[in-house]
């Protein structure tokens, strides 16, 4: 079984829906999840560049596609909100999805909105902010750390059992998050920063400190994440990074998050590899490509139990002690 932290397949599913199509999952995304044995993936709702000074019009678009999508594929989906129903979709071979907020811009100074969210959606997810900064807290493109309306935020988050996630935020929010969090924090989908010195990367202190959290990092397979060099963008160097966390922080602390979105624009995700028509490293690109790197794993000397633990183990492990 494979459990992936990040997924902006949402984005896609809106997309395609805005443009008339239906069953977007099943027709484009499910042959490729059961081929690899993807079992459960957060899919997140999020607000793309061009709608950044109207968070709220897509974030309604989103979630109204999502609602319409999830009715049509109720016989292949099963929406995760407690800690039982991963198992009760994993017996029922459902592909389990936990629904998440990639970025919090979109309810202004309205921290009530991330519980009407919680009920009225399911959601079980939240970072604060995309790259952005907002109301809240800063991302990587902005100064300036997590405000007062930012720490209600983060106690809502936690007091009501969902995902506390920090991929997206600048190390001044991020150490206020690591100040201000009672419990786990992840940062879903992002690698380090010793490898491939992007801003969204982590450098060791940061992954020290979600550790010490109980928390976990996931595993992004995004090229500028991978590596600095063009050239050197592929699956060994994505395990480098692997390599690095386990020897830092435990393997406990590692999933995957693996963000793939081939199916989107470079540039309307930050990405800056626009000239290509992939933003993914070599042989990996979609999870139709997981077993790729699982393979590679084997050949690089992880046994069993332990591509057991950073594929779906450790994530079902924290899971457990969180949405309950």
């Not at 902005?142 to 506390?164: H, P, S």
Request: charged share 25%; glycine share 8%.
């Amino acid at each position: 079984m494979i459990f992936n932290g990040h997924s902006d397949i949402l984005s896609d599913i809106n997309i395609r829906r805005l443009n008339g199509e239906k069953n977007v999952f099943r027709n484009h995304y499910y042959e490729s999840f059961r081929t690899s044995g993807v079992t459960g993936v957060i899919l997140v709702i999020w607000t793309d560049l061009e709608y950044l000074n109207n968070p709220e019009k897509r974030t309604k678009q989103i979630i109204k596609s999502m609602l319409d999508e999830f009715s049509e594929a109720s016989d292949i989906l099963n929406i995760v909100k407690e800690y039982k129903d991963l198992y009760k979709g994993i017996e029922d071979d459902k592909i389990n999805v936990l629904i998440g907020m990639e970025g919090l811009s979109h309810i202004g100074s309205n921290v009530n909105l991330i519980e009407t969210y919680y009920n009225d959606i399911g959601l079980r997810h939240a970072s604060l902010t995309w790259n952005e900064k907002n109301p809240l807290a800063s991302g990587v493109s902005g100064e300036g750390g997590v405000t007062k309306l930012g720490e209600e935020a983060i106690k809502r988050i936690e007091e009501l059992g969902m995902l506390l996630d920090v991929s997206h935020l600048n190390e001044q929010s991020f150490w206020d998050v690591i100040e201000i969090a009672s419990g786990p924090i992840i940062a879903s989908h992002s690698n380090s920063r010793k490898l491939a010195k992007v801003k969204r990367n982590l450098n060791d202190d940061q992954l020290l400190a979600i550790a010490k959290s109980g928390g976990l990092v996931g595993i992004n397979a995004v090229g500028e994440f991978v590596n600095d060099d063009p050239n050197k963008r592929n699956i060994d160097a994505l395990i480098d990074h692997i390599d690095h966390m386990k020897n830092l922080i435990g393997i406990e602390h590692l999933g995957f998050g693996f963000d793939f979105c081939d199916f989107l624009p470079a540039s309307s995700v930050g990405l800056s590899d626009s000239t290509t028509n992939s933003v993914a490293i070599e042989n990996l690109s979609s999870e139709a490509d997981v077993l790729n790197l699982i393979n590679r794993m084997r050949y690089r000397g992880y046994n069993e139990s332990e591509i057991e633990l950073i594929a779906y183990k450790n994530y079902h492990n924290l899971l457990e002690k969180i949405i309950k």
